[in-house]
């Protein structure tokens, strides 16, 4: 198997291998993206090529922060079949097609998401493909994508982030009216997708996990990123993901959401509100019905031409969990610095604070809920998120070439409620006597690109315990280290 695993995803990158490409490698998590002008827009759906360039005063800024570039739809490795260069497709712009492989080992020495820290090595592959009909049955637009999830070598028991064998992530039917409100497109979507939404820290598309998120239900978009305003809104069922088996909707877990942008009033701040409703209703009186609603409030831009740049979220939950009622609050801020000069060097300093729950008797619960985003998002090694944490960070990242892009972090990580627990490791003193500094995280990563349809990508994390770490359970020094390939169809 392990062979297996390592021939099929190194063979197809020899296949692929050519010259150095023009352009810079994909990273899962970008932390920074440049600005897009009005007139360069990318030609993606939040700013398909269908459309005509916008008038000057609607404008474009991506947000540098850490992980909160948006997914292209269609996904970034597919292409219109016109754009490709294949001889005798140049008038298929109606349709969009695309294949990606990725193979991922992963070496994990004590890791504390486990009962004990052991050693465990492990591949992931993760095959998707997409295919999209536009333009030719307008209004009407059709999507589909495919993915095939698998794990081996691994010691333990395999889990539904990284398996989900032979099963479609999306699929489905858009009604799309050009210029249908203000002169913006009105998309309605129904069946399953996925979701990248708001600053992506609480619902995300999984850049990183082998198995993704998915969601059946009713979507709604008026306007597109590169628009002075836009909304979109969704109501939907939690997909159950199932390792070998199709995956069914949880009836009992739903999901709600509306969410806005709007540029207009500012060129040096962007400001996305949103709103987030999830329901579980069991019918297992064992599981306890929820009800928690988020009301958050995104912001970001540019100090005109200074190289600053800053990234701010607040949020705050409310509703039932249980008989108890439901309280939480979250915050996230991030202020950078890109530097003039060609290798695009960045330095950053953020911070994430996330309450917890002081009494897990009492009659109510404070611990934030990360909802649907992975731990993934915020650290390296997947042992913290955003519940019961203060997490200070430092960030650098550097493109010395074309071809090359870097990046490493230092983080430090503390309980925001002592008596609450370390909920990525299963850990809890309910007397507060361990004190609530956990450790603190390093990382590196590095991305070659050898040719348009290659990447490469390596890295290295370690974890440092701390005081809480050490005295409830087996503590040492965890060690993550994981090489992948990723092999696109197009370039």
């Not at 249908?180 to 708001?198: C, H, I, K, Q, Y």
């Not at 877990?253 to 069991?282: C, K, M, N, V």
């Not at 200074?306 to 801020?333: I, K, N, T, W």
């Not at 290798?343 to 953020?350: E, G, I, S």
Request: proline residues 7%; aromatic residues 12%; negative net charge.
């Amino acid at each position: 198997m392990v062979a297996l695993a390592i021939v099929h995803g190194w063979g197809l990158a020899l296949m692929s291998f050519g010259p150095s490409p023009a352009t810079s490698p994909v990273m899962e998590d970008e932390p920074s993206q440049p600005e897009v002008s009005p007139s360069a827009a990318p030609a993606t759906a939040a700013c398909p090529a269908d459309r005509p360039a916008p008038p000057q005063e609607r404008f474009f800024v991506a947000p540098r922060a850490w992980g909160t570039a948006l997914e292209a739809e269609p996904p970034d490795y597919a292409r219109r079949l016109d754009e490709t260069g294949i001889p005798g497709l140049e008038s298929m712009d109606w349709l969009e097609f695309g294949l990606e492989h990725r193979t991922r080992f992963e070496l994990r020495d004590d890791d504390y998401r486990r009962d004990a820290l052991v050693r465990d090595e492990q591949f992931l592959l993760r095959s998707r493909g997409y295919v999209g009909i536009r333009r030719i049955l307008d209004p009407l637009r059709l999507g589909l994508e495919f993915q095939d999830s698998r794990q081996f070598a691994s010691r333990f028991p395999e889990r539904p982030t990284d398996v989900n064998e032979a099963d479609f992530v999306q699929a489905f039917a858009e009604l799309y009216f050009d210029d249908a409100v203000a002169e913006r497109p009105l998309r309605l979507a129904a069946g399953r997708f996925t979701l990248d939404v708001a600053d992506r820290r609480l619902v995300n598309r999984n850049r990183w996990q082998n198995a993704m998120n998915t969601f059946d239900g009713f979507r709604l978009r008026l306007g597109e990123p590169r628009d002075d305003w836009q909304m979109e809104a969704f109501s939907t069922q939690v997909v159950d993901v199932r390792l070998r088996e199709f995956d069914r909707p949880d009836e009992e877990r739903r999901f709600h959401g509306l969410t806005a942008a709007w540029r207009r009033w500012s060129r040096i701040i962007t400001l996305q509100p949103y709103w987030f409703l999830l329901e579980e209703d069991r019918r297992d009186r064992a599981g306890a019905d929820r009800a928690i609603h988020t009301v958050g409030l995104h912001g970001y831009g540019l100090a005109g031409d200074s190289g600053l740049d800053y990234d701010f979220s607040v949020m705050a939950q409310y509703g039932e969990d249980g008989p108890r009622r439901h309280r939480a609050l979250a915050s996230y801020g991030e202020l950078g610095y890109t530097f003039a000069h060609p290798w695009k060097p960045r330095v950053a300093a953020a911070v994430v604070c996330a309450s917890g729950d002081g009494d897990p008797d009492d009659s109510l619960s404070e611990r934030f809920d990360r909802l649907f985003v992975t731990a993934r998002h915020w650290s390296t090694l997947s042992l913290f998120t955003i519940e019961n944490v203060i997490g200070p960070k430092l960030r650098a990242s550097v493109r010395p070439a074309r071809w090359l892009s870097c990046d490493a972090g230092c983080g430090v990580y503390w309980l925001a409620r002592d008596e609450d627990g370390w909920p990525m490791a299963g850990r809890r003193d309910p007397a507060g006597r361990s004190g609530s500094f956990v450790g603190q995280e390093l990382d590196v990563r590095l991305v070659f690109r050898l040719n348009p349809r290659v990447d490469v990508e390596t890295g290295y994390a370690c974890f440092l315990p701390g005081r809480f770490a050490r005295e409830t359970g087996p503590a040492d020094d965890s060690d993550f280290l994981y090489v992948q390939t990723t092999v696109r169809l197009f370039e």
